[in-house]
């Protein structure tokens, strides 16, 4: 009773919790992984070294948590202070990062059943994420207590959110889901403090705006460009770097002649107030809904004897570009698969030399690569101490079909068909450590057994490559060498990207397969 | 003229078609489940206890552990008119009007508390939760209030008006994830919260400040866990009559997110 009394007494509202100031987002503190890629520069590179190249064999499991319900979790875990918090499709779970046991769980209901989602955002005393509801969600980090929500779009249209939301300066960055129902995307910011919405980039212009001239007739209004993945930001140009989605319908051009801007771009816009600054687009009218949304990474390195504040992409079209991400100038660009027909190069620009008549048609064509793309969602990395960028990267192709389909509104497929892949013996994916300036092959390392691409890298100051193969192994590779060093069979697919954090001095390494995440450290 | 008297009986059709069916008809009052109260407790309680609380012969009617299968006002009212076939449930034998009233306060003990009339004013409600009471030093309304006790943002869809009651009157159990615990380190600090989650090896505390703090067991020289909830109750005598009901109501209207559907088991009737 005196106990009660006491306690009761000294309840406060203002909650002196753990909280994640802008100098910690900033800084990117390795003890803690804050942001979906681990860094606003999306390097997904940690200074923990403690599990290393001479440790790494006695890496074992620490605990395992369970998602009910689970199947293929893309959740990237966030580590603030010693707690975890992952996601599913409307659940969050706040979870003790020693030990393994949950401390709190958030349930949307009712649920909209629409997969998957990939992990919350953190700042100050509130976690925030998406829904498939099309909703934004602030909770108290501490106790998982709703503190607002905010509607980014309507779900009954066929929106939903995916993507796990980015914190710049007290905006929460949020964007949207789906670009094959023909249904516009957008990249809004909301105030953190109070749901506000603050400004929404349409990545599709709207008649009379710049670029609304790279879409014929009226095709614009189904045009697709959605931003299903999180991007990067650099807080010294204060720009914010996000890719955008295919156009649509996806595999038939025909209606939308033109470049279709901004889809299959980067955008760089300003933070403060959505302003576009410049863009880059990789694949002009694209046919093969090969989404521009893979993850930029940001990289300050010597360019042709200069110092230069470069970004680093691996597109699901096949090539890595490198540009300056001052200006969104055009640098270098090369395939990094070897199954790649539709373009013979790149241009001085980067627009890419097509070659003729390879594109979707009514009878089907080899198109390489296939729709789902040389590289898609994973997570590539970057290592400052290598200087190599990482990237999981598919070899294959489709045979890609055209047909006539009309937009009906209500979140329907609008792809007017797509391709059948060709699962020969050439179907095959791969880790590759590229040379950032380059692109020129270091070292690859087959993902063998695995069909698909599978989880995405960490790189850490350990001279390790974290690697989450789809045939369920969690492998680490030597940074340097490709060279496996320490191996895991989970049991399940993995189709998540691993993350490191500490606790009281000791390394964790962590990673959503199927539907557990599994923590690892060292023996002793 | 026409077309707006057509419009209109469509738009009540409509309406009509969208409510619950068939509905009680001597309304939703809660004067109405009052008198339900009394009839029901003069040919009821022989066999499910006063207030349908617990009964020598005949289940409780408001144990929240169970599964109704008769929730609907048609499915209760049918069952107190004519009886369970093969089993002890007797037809009652009252006018319909008595058995109507008596549906009324069954359907009034199992509702969630939002599904009912709950006199009081809610903006007094809420003058009294944030002030007087001093529940937002533990609770939170739709982001405003502390968080070492439950999120109450949807607490009328969730608990029905009696567990409200009860909750505020009556000493409870603890519940799961909010058990007082007093834990002192091996350097000595003594921490003081609610234990989200523990086990034989680990501690997660929510501590007074609303601040985690995770333990492993091997850390900590002592942790010692209350026996009572840290939620005062008797708020009936700290509280006066209005206050009281002004905050009932206001609880009662809490539903952010409906966690229950409110036509559960309509038309299910006699398995």
């Known amino acids: ?524 | 003229m026409k077309l707006s008297l057509i419009v209109a009986l469509v738009g009540a059709g409509w309406l009509a078609a969208q409510s619950p069916k068939p509905s009680n008809p001597l309304g939703d009052a809660p004067a109405v489940a009052e008198a339900g109260r009394l009839l029901y407790n003069r040919s009821c309680t022989s066999c499910h206890g006063p207030d349908g609380g617990e009964g020598a012969r005949g289940p409780a009617l408001d144990f929240a552990g169970r599964r109704y299968f008769r929730v609907s006002e048609a499915a209760i009212f049918d069952v107190v008119k004519n009886g369970i076939a093969g089993t002890a449930m007797p037809a009652s034998g009252l006018p319909d009007t008595d058995v109507w009233g008596i549906v009324a306060f069954v359907r009034n003990i199992r509702a969630t508390a939002s599904d009912l009339v709950v006199p009081g004013d809610e903006r007094n409600g809420m003058a009294v939760f944030t002030g007087v009471g001093g529940c937002t030093k533990c609770h939170m309304i739709r982001g405003q209030g502390g968080v070492l006790g439950p999120d109450l943002s949807s607490i009328g869809a969730q608990a029905s008006l009696n567990r409200l009651r009860d909750s505020l009157t009556k000493q409870r159990a603890i519940p799961n994830g909010y058990r007082p615990v007093t834990v002192t380190t091996l350097k000595g600090e003594v921490f003081r919260g609610v234990a989200r989650n523990s086990d034989a090896f680990s501690l997660q505390l929510l501590d007074e400040s609303g601040k985690l703090r995770l333990f492993e067991m091997s850390e900590l020289r002592s942790a010692v866990f209350a026996k009572e909830s840290l939620m005062p109750y008797g708020f009936d005598k700290t509280l006066n009559k209005t206050q009281f009901q002004d905050l009932l109501a206001m609880l009662s209207r809490q539903t952010r997110t409906k966690v229950k559907p409110t036509l559960q088991g309509e038309n299910e009737v006699g398995r």
């Open chain 1, 1 to 524: 009773m005196r106990l009660r009394m006491m306690l009761a007494g000294a309840c406060v509202t203002v909650s002196l919790a753990a909280q994640v100031t802008d100098r910690q987002l900033h800084e990117a503190n390795s003890a803690n992984w804050l942001t979906y890629n681990g860094s606003y520069d999306s390097r997904r590179h940690s200074a923990l070294n403690q599990v290393s190249v001479s440790t790494v064999d006695t890496l074992v499991a620490k605990w395992v948590f369970h998602v009910p319900n689970a199947t293929a979790l893309q959740t990237v875990p966030i580590v603030l202070d010693g707690v975890m918090y992952v996601t599913q499709p409307n659940e969050i779970y706040a979870i003790d990062a020693r030990t393994g046991r949950q401390i709190w769980d958030y349930h949307r209901v009712p649920a909209r059943q629409k997969g998957p989602n990939r992990g919350v955002a953190i700042w100050r005393d509130k976690v925030y994420f998406t829904t498939p509801d099309a909703f934004l969600v602030a909770l108290n980090a501490a106790s998982g207590n709703v503190v607002w929500e905010t509607k980014l779009a309507e779900a009954s249209d066929g929106y939903w959110s995916p993507a796990a939301p980015m914190i710049v300066n007290g905006k929460v960055i949020a964007g949207s889901a789906p670009g094959d129902h023909g249904l516009n995307g957008f990249l809004d910011a909301y105030d953190a403090t109070t749901g506000e919405r603050l400004w929404r980039f349409n990545p599709i212009p709207k008649p009379g705006e710049p670029g609304s001239e790279t879409w014929a007739g009226e095709s614009w209004k189904a045009g697709g460009g959605n931003t299903w993945l999180t991007g990067s930001y650099d807080p010294e140009l204060n720009l914010l770097y996000w890719g955008i989605g295919n156009p649509a319908p996806d595999f038939n051009g025909d209606v939308r002649k033109g470049d279709n801007l901004y889809t299959e771009s980067v955008v760089a816009l300003d933070p403060d107030t959505g302003r576009l600054k410049w863009y880059f687009q990789f694949t002009p009218h694209d046919v093969m809904d090969w989404d521009a949304v893979e993850v930029p990474v940001l990289v300050d390195a010597m360019y042709e004897g200069k110092p230069r504040k470069l970004m680093a992409h691996a597109d699901r079209n096949g090539f890595y570009y490198l540009l300056d991400r001052v200006t969104g100038k055009f640098l270098h660009g090369t395939p990094f698969v070897k199954q790649l027909n539709w373009a013979s190069g790149l241009t001085a620009a980067g627009r890419p030399i097509l070659v003729p008549g390879v594109e979707p048609s009514l009878l089907g064509t080899k198109v390489c690569p296939a729709a789902i793309g040389a590289a898609n969602w994973m997570s590539p990395a970057y290592s400052p101490e290598t200087g190599l960028f990482y990237v999981v990267a598919q070899e294959g192709c489709g045979i890609a079909n055209k047909s006539t389909e009309t937009f009906r509104p209500g979140g329907f497929q609008y792809r007017a068909t797509g391709d059948v892949e060709v699962r020969d013996d050439s179907w095959k994916v791969y880790v590759r450590a590229l040379d950032l300036t380059t692109g020129k092959l270091k070292w690859e390392q087959e993902r063998v057994g695995s069909t698909g691409f599978g989880g995405g890298l960490l790189s850490t100051a350990g001279g390790l490559l974290f690697s989450g193969e789809l045939n369920g192994e969690f492998v680490a590779l030597e940074a340097k060498t490709g060279k496996a060093l320490w191996h895991f069979y989970t049991g399940q697919r993995i189709t998540a990207s691993p993350i490191t954090y500490s606790v009281n001095g000791k390394q964790f390494v962590t990673i959503a397969a199927g539907s557990d995440i599994m923590s690892f450290g060292l023996l002793k």
